[in-house]
């Protein structure tokens, strides 16, 4: 079946069901008739309803499926010990033996395309909401902006995972950019041009319309944050610049006492926006590397990594990471990932930071030396670094290429188990390089020609859609 066959023709239905869940677990108030009896023009009925769709979006929207893939299939962990039999996860991706049928490699893709149809429906149906004032108009325009933006989100996160090049060609086949809800459509591959021509329309137009910022929604910093993103994608370097200032002028960097906090959902500091998780959420971003039932460790981090940092005075080491030699005597690794654990009876529930304000001085620094702008790319590395290492001097770069390097490499700090790392390597057209105590021949080197540098579109889709062709290299 094709990429809307996988997903119900009754799916706000699905969605208010979702939603049901979501506000009863936080409110214990709802007042929807039962869910067998739920219409579609019960959404569009009251700007309150309609919102309580929104909500479903978010309720139903999991990155947690593209940051698996971008921290396993890079430098970023080590296979758990134990991290085998029935209850094994993510070896193919971590060994580049997957298939095109792998779940794990469908998901981003099934979760992607249901997220947009239930953004393409709500956008379908708004203009029918009835508005009783001045201040419910402005709450419509304020929804249309969080769902375009969110739409341009997962399109962009489908891009990351899929596109044919890695590298940023407007001739390459990216994704399909669905703009309707259409049940039995069989749409083909855009060029990547094609496909940032929809996107950049979605965010110029939400732009205007999200006056809101709150860290638990699409609000206008965190579309700022995705415009800056995809604009260094896409080698856009004065947009990337232009986005990332606005952002920085909001939301300064975290201090020391509240970095540690952000990890444990005990301050918001630098935090554009994240993805609550609770407990009925059914991926959490501790599920990645950690299997609760079992008691098992899946992936500890990579030795490559842990050696990057000052484990003295460097705040992301002892904030992402731990050893516990007791661990050994069970048959774990002694180190942990510590980013995603969260806390006593609540393991694993950490709120997903999809935006923040680290990542947007890199992608500043990155873009501004593309630019031309030695001093600015110096300033905003050396700038980031003192906010996270005490004692930090900065330091002085003597050509582009030792600063270009030193951006990738604080990007691999700075931003791990964020879904970064793989596409970052991607995007540059560079090969996955492992440590020997990280993995064992033939895992340490993913070179850039190897069929599984590039992930497929799933096979179900390819089955199904004939449309869809060509699939990336090699596939």
């Given at each position: ?111 992607g395309y249901q997220v947009i149809d239930r953004v393409n429906r709500l956008l379908k149906g708004l203009p029918k909401v009835p508005a009783k004032n001045e201040t419910e108009v402005k709450k419509i325009n304020t929804l249309k902006g969080e769902l375009l933006a969110a739409r341009a989100y997962a399109h962009f996160a489908l891009y990351q995972v899929y596109a044919y090049s890695g590298v940023y060609d407007p001739n390459a086949p990216a994704v399909p950019y669905m703009v309707t809800s259409a049940i039995a459509s069989q749409p083909s591959r855009p060029k990547a ?283």
């Amino acid at each position: 079946m094709n990429l809307y066959h996988i997903f119900s023709t009754r799916i706000i239905q699905l969605l208010l069901i979702s939603t049901l869940l979501f506000t009863v677990s936080c409110n214990k108030m709802l007042d929807l008739k039962p869910t067998d009896q739920v219409e579609e023009a019960d959404v569009f009925s009251s700007v309150e309803k309609l919102e309580r769709g929104v909500l479903g979006v978010y309720e139903g929207w999991y990155p947690e499926y593209t940051i698996r893939i971008g921290s396993l299939m890079a430098d970023e962990c080590r296979i758990g010990l134990r991290n085998s039999g029935v209850l094994a996860a993510g070896q193919n991706l971590f060994r580049w033996t997957y298939s095109s049928g792998d779940d794990e490699v469908l998901a981003p893709w099934k979760n992607g395309y249901q997220v947009i149809d239930r953004v393409n429906r709500l956008l379908k149906g708004l203009p029918k909401v009835p508005a009783k004032n001045e201040t419910e108009v402005k709450k419509i325009n304020t929804l249309k902006g969080e769902l375009l933006a969110a739409r341009a989100y997962a399109h962009f996160a489908l891009y990351q995972v899929y596109a044919y090049s890695g590298v940023y060609d407007p001739n390459a086949p990216a994704v399909p950019y669905m703009v309707t809800s259409a049940i039995a459509s069989q749409p083909s591959r855009p060029k990547a041009a094609e496909f940032f021509t929809l996107f950049w329309k979605d965010l110029t137009e939400a732009e205007p319309l999200l006056t809101e910022n709150t860290n638990l929604r699409m609000g206008l910093n965190a579309s700022y944050a995705l415009h800056a993103r995809a604009a260094l994608y896409t080698k856009n370097n004065k947009e990337a610049v232009l986005y990332t200032t606005k952002v920085i002028n909001q939301l300064p960097l975290s201090g020391f006492s509240d970095f540690p906090m952000i990890w444990k959902d005990q301050s918001n500091a630098e935090v554009i926006f994240k993805l609550k998780r609770t407990n009925i959420s059914i991926m959490r971003p501790g599920d990645i590397f950690y299997n609760i039932a079992a008691s098992r460790i899946l992936y500890a981090p990579a030795i490559g990594l842990m050696n990057q940092y000052d484990p003295v005075n460097d705040v992301r080491y002892t904030s992402w990471f731990r050893t516990d030699p007791s661990l050994t005597a069970q048959g774990d690794l002694p180190e942990v990932i510590t980013k995603y654990e969260g806390t006593d009876g609540a393991q694993n529930r950490s709120d997903l930071k999809i935006f923040r304000t680290g990542e947007m001085y890199l992608i500043r620094a990155e873009a501004a030396l593309n630019n031309g702008d030695h001093a600015t790319a110096a300033n905003d590395l050396n700038s980031l670094r003192t906010a996270r290492i005490k004692g930090y001097q900065s330091a002085h770069f003597t050509s582009t290429a030792e600063l270009q390097s030193a951006i990738l490499n604080e990007r691999y700090k700075e931003l791990p188990y964020e879904g970064h790392r793989y596409f970052d390597l991607k995007r540059l057209n560079k090969p996955v390089s492992r440590m020997i105590e990280d993995a064992q021949n033939p895992y340490q080197v993913l070179a850039t020609e190897a069929l599984h540098y590039q992930l497929p579109i799933p096979q179900a889709e390819v089955l199904a859609n004939p449309n869809i062709r060509p699939n990336n290299k090699g596939w």
